[in-house]
């Protein structure tokens, strides 16, 4: 199975910052890698695919890049909307692993 | 609109079963792989099960094997996950999701609300 380790689990910053979170597989995953952004009590949301395509009506703040084992998320300027967790998720094989979230705080 | 609705879930005492629906609409429901994802209270989320568009090829997550089984029924736009031998570390939102791609590998991009499903004597 791939492991995903996620880092940092939680991240204090203010608006206008700008954050990096980044995803280490266990072996690579190519590009096969998405990000989501869960709010309290909500599904999460897909923002980014293939590790840098942008999904619909995501912000262009948003940013994904890497490959193979070492990936990560860019928000270029820290909005209020933007305080939640992150999720990492490896669709390379199954099983379909998650890295263990980073919760993105107001400092 | 693409949309995923969960229900079925509930208070079950360990040992238990449970089997937990999610109704599409919106898209052309055979056409794509499912899975089911959960979250534990106050954890991050954990990939359970993965289902292909015709329903032939099936995965789980270790801690599920033998216990949980994912199927769907593309006549009713249905996916479901018969969940037995409950634990209480079954206790999660289970959440379905609907693949980007139908044939290359893909991101989930259509989540449903998610159904509570708590294990407990």
Same mark, same amino acid.
């Given at each position: 199975?791939?492991?995903? #380790?996620?880092?940092?689990?939680?991240?204090?910053?203010?608006?206008?910052?700008?954050? #990096?979170?980044?995803?280490?597989?266990?072996?690579?995953? &190519?590009?096969?890698?998405?990000?989501?952004?869960? +709010?309290? $009590? +909500?599904?999460? +949301?897909?923002?980014?695919?293939?590790?840098?395509?942008?999904?619909? $009506?995501?912000?262009?703040?948003?940013?994904?890049? $890497? &490959?193979? #084992?070492?990936?990560?998320?860019?928000?270029?300027?820290?909005?209020?909307?933007?305080?939640? #967790?992150?999720?990492?998720?490896?669709?390379? &094989?199954?099983?379909?692993?998650?890295?263990? $979230?980073?919760?993105?705080?107001?400092? | 609109?693409?949309?995923?609705?969960?229900?079925?879930?509930?208070?079950?005492?360990?040992?238990?079963?449970?089997?937990? /629906?999610?109704?599409? /609409?919106?898209?052309?429901?055979?056409?794509?792989?499912?899975?089911?994802?959960?979250?534990?209270?106050?954890?991050?989320?954990?990939?359970?099960?993965?289902?292909?568009?015709?329903?032939?090829?099936?995965?789980?997550?270790? /801690?599920?094997?033998?216990?949980?089984?994912?199927?769907?029924?593309?006549?009713?736009?249905?996916?479901?996950?018969?969940?037995?031998?409950?634990?209480?570390?079954?206790? =999660?939102?289970?959440?379905? =999701?609907?693949?980007?791609?139908?044939?290359?590998?893909?991101?989930?991009?259509?989540?449903?609300?998610?159904?509570?499903?708590?294990?407990?004597?």
């Amino acid at each position: 199975d791939i492991q995903m #380790t996620q880092s940092p689990s939680t991240l204090s910053a203010s608006v206008g910052d700008r954050v #990096t979170i980044t995803c280490r597989a266990s072996q690579s995953i &190519s590009m096969w890698l998405a990000w989501y952004q869960q +709010k309290p $009590g +909500k599904a999460p +949301k897909l923002l980014i695919y293939k590790a840098s395509t942008l999904e619909s $009506g995501v912000p262009s703040r948003f940013s994904g890049s $890497g &490959s193979g #084992t070492e990936l990560s998320l860019t928000i270029s300027s820290l909005q209020p909307d933007d305080f939640a #967790t992150y999720y990492c998720q490896q669709y390379s &094989s199954a099983p379909y692993t998650f890295g263990q $979230g980073t919760k993105l705080e107001i400092k | 609109e693409v949309q995923l609705l969960e229900s079925g879930g509930g208070l079950v005492q360990p040992g238990g079963s449970l089997r937990l /629906s999610c109704a599409a /609409s919106g898209f052309t429901f055979s056409t794509y792989a499912l899975q089911w994802v959960r979250q534990a209270p106050g954890k991050g989320l954990e990939w359970v099960s993965a289902i292909n568009e015709g329903g032939e090829i099936t995965k789980y997550t270790d /801690s599920v094997k033998g216990r949980f089984t994912i199927s769907r029924d593309n006549s009713k736009n249905t996916l479901y996950l018969q969940m037995n031998s409950l634990r209480t570390e079954d206790t =999660a939102v289970y959440y379905c =999701a609907k693949r980007m791609t139908t044939v290359t590998p893909g991101a989930l991009h259509i989540w449903g609300q998610g159904t509570m499903v708590t294990v407990s004597s």
